[in-house]
């Protein structure tokens, strides 16, 4: 193959790869997507990804407004806040679901990523999202970064999901899936093309891939150190001598199903990658259910990071930084 396919061919090429063994899945996801079917444009049993419920009447969408003001209380605090929170709601709206927190999270996220990188967020060229949901963070930094070339990873029965939400968004979009070297080359000489999907068995390919900012929330924490390791890996093998910024944002420590502990301090964090910023993340330590209207730590607490990788691979240009940013704090524990 060495074309990237677009639209219906994308679609087929994804339908095809469902029942395939995804080798990037951990034993976690081989539980969660157990009951996954997709059967005449139709989803059953998506579990672990959020939660796309419809928006409902207006009682239960002031329940999620009232439920939501601990969390807005922190986006007052972040410069583009407001108008993220409208492009969340806008969102929300096109894609016939509640703005519920799966979403509030993502527009938190992004505001907080303005603020810290300043102008440079916008001179972002190539974000690359691994293992979104929904395509919520997808459609969102679509609209909050319009110049910047998205490339989404995720398992292929999770992409499919991810490329039908980004595509209700914008049914113009030009997006391609690139299942191969020559099919990603092809696809990022293209500059019509704004988003790139990439199956986890591909992951590999994303060496290619200069990535500006890599983000992951809630994701890492549930694959196992392989897996963690091939994205830093990928991420660590830039070519044109530029650092990568990468914003990660898991639970301190999970036990998956085989009984393996995915811990954020074992990612292959080293000790001369720059950390901008590293501590528990302000609004994803607690979430809120509806029915009865309550808040609920989750099972244990989330560190966000936002750190600039050292790469692997020669200069070949003179070393170049776009990113600016001051260290928050020292505390860097990561490093093994
Ligand atoms: C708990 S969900 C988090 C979704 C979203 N990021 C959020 O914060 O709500 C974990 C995501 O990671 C994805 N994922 C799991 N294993 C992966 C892998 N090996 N590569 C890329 N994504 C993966 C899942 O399919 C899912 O989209």
Same mark, same amino acid.
């Given at each position: 193959?060495?074309?990237?396919?677009?639209?219906?061919?994308?679609?087929?090429?994804?339908?095809?790869?469902?029942?395939?063994?995804?080798?990037?899945?951990?034993?976690?996801?081989?539980?969660?997507?157990?009951?996954?079917?997709?059967?005449?444009?139709?989803?059953?049993?998506?579990?672990?990804?959020?939660? $796309?419920?419809?928006?409902?009447?207006?009682?239960?969408?002031?329940?999620?407004?009232?439920?939501?003001?601990?969390?807005?209380?922190?986006?007052?605090?972040?410069?583009?806040?407001?108008?993220?929170?409208?492009?969340?709601?806008?969102?929300?709206?096109?894609?016939?679901?509640?703005?519920?927190?799966?979403?509030?999270?993502?527009?938190?996220?992004?505001?907080?990523?303005?603020?810290?990188?300043?102008?440079?967020?916008?001179?972002?060229?190539?974000?690359?999202?691994?293992?979104?949901?929904?395509?919520?963070?997808?459609?969102?930094?679509?609209?909050?970064?319009?110049?910047?070339?998205?490339?989404?990873?995720?398992?292929?029965?999770?992409?499919?999901?991810?490329?039908?939400?980004?595509?209700?968004?914008?049914?113009?979009?030009?997006?391609?899936?690139?299942?191969?070297?020559?099919?990603?080359?092809?696809?990022?000489? +293209?500059?019509?093309?704004?988003?790139?999907?990439?199956?986890? +068995?591909?992951?590999?390919?994303?060496?290619?891939?200069?990535?500006?900012?890599?983000?992951?929330?809630?994701?890492?924490?549930?694959?196992?150190?392989?897996?963690?390791? /091939?994205?830093?890996?990928?991420?660590?093998?830039?070519?044109?001598?530029?650092?990568?910024?990468?914003?990660?944002?898991?639970?301190?420590?999970?036990?998956?199903?085989?009984?393996?502990?995915?811990?954020? !301090?074992?990612?292959?964090?080293?000790?001369?990658?720059?950390? /901008?910023?590293?501590?528990?993340?302000?609004?994803?330590?607690?979430?809120?259910?509806?029915?009865? $209207?309550?808040?609920?730590?989750?099972?244990?607490?989330?560190?966000?990071?936002?750190?600039?990788?050292?790469?692997?691979?020669?200069?070949? !240009?003179?070393?170049?930084?776009?990113?600016?940013?001051?260290?928050?704090?020292?505390?860097?524990?990561?490093?093994?």
């Amino acid at each position: 193959m060495t074309e990237p396919l677009f639209s219906d061919n994308a679609l087929q090429e994804l339908q095809r790869n469902l029942d395939r063994h995804d080798h990037g899945a951990s034993s976690h996801w081989r539980q969660m997507h157990q009951d996954y079917r997709y059967r005449d444009g139709r989803f059953e049993g998506l579990n672990g990804f959020g939660d $796309p419920e419809p928006a409902g009447a207006w009682p239960r969408r002031l329940v999620h407004r009232w439920l939501q003001r601990p969390f807005r209380r922190i986006g007052r605090g972040l410069g583009d806040f407001r108008t993220l929170d409208g492009i969340g709601a806008r969102i929300a709206a096109i894609q016939e679901r509640a703005y519920n927190l799966d979403i509030l999270r993502q527009v938190l996220t992004v505001a907080w990523l303005s603020e810290r990188l300043g102008p440079d967020f916008a001179r972002l060229r190539t974000i690359l999202v691994i293992g979104d949901g929904f395509g919520t963070l997808t459609s969102l930094l679509r609209s909050a970064c319009p110049a910047a070339r998205i490339v989404m990873v995720n398992l292929t029965k999770t992409l499919l999901v991810d490329w039908l939400y980004v595509a209700r968004l914008d049914p113009g979009i030009r997006m391609c899936l690139a299942p191969d070297a020559e099919a990603l080359d092809r696809a990022l000489a +293209d500059a019509g093309v704004s988003v790139i999907a990439i199956q986890a +068995d591909d992951a590999g390919l994303l060496a290619k891939v200069e990535v500006d900012l890599a983000i992951n929330i809630a994701s890492m924490q549930e694959m196992g150190p392989e897996t963690v390791g /091939l994205y830093f890996d990928t991420l660590r093998a830039r070519r044109d001598g530029r650092q990568s910024l990468f914003y990660c944002c898991n639970r301190e420590e999970k036990r998956l199903p085989d009984g393996t502990v995915s811990r954020f !301090s074992d990612y292959p964090w080293r000790a001369n990658d720059t950390l /901008l910023v590293d501590e528990l993340c302000p609004w994803h330590q607690e979430y809120y259910i509806v029915h009865p $209207p309550s808040y609920r730590p989750y099972e244990g607490p989330h560190r966000h990071r936002l750190v600039r990788l050292v790469t692997d691979a020669p200069s070949s !240009s003179p070393y170049g930084d776009i990113h600016g940013g001051t260290v928050d704090r020292g505390n860097y524990a990561g490093s093994r």
